[in-house]
């Protein structure tokens, strides 16, 4: 008898196979894809060294109620 990987009739898929190999695909494009904007980014934020807009935490506004006035 033939062992089941020499059989040449194929069968359908298991209940399951089929969307199991879809979001496979698409999690490792999603990867990809999120992989080269972040290297983008990093390239720009990289270049632009401190003379760019964009900055991790503003300045505090003399305008914040942050609790610490004196103002009652």
């Known amino acids: 008898m033939a062992s089941a990987s020499n059989n040449t009739t194929s069968c359908p898929p298991k209940r399951g196979q089929i969307k199991a190999q879809i979001f496979e695909s698409l999690a ?4 990809s894809a999120a992989s080269k904007v ?4 990093g390239k720009i934020i990289g270049e632009g060294g401190n003379e760019g807009t964009a900055s991790s935490t503003p300045p505090p506004s003399p305008n914040s109620s942050d609790g610490n006035s004196d103002v009652s």
């Open 38 to 41: 972040g290297k983008a980014v």
């Open 28 to 31: 490792k494009t999603v990867v």
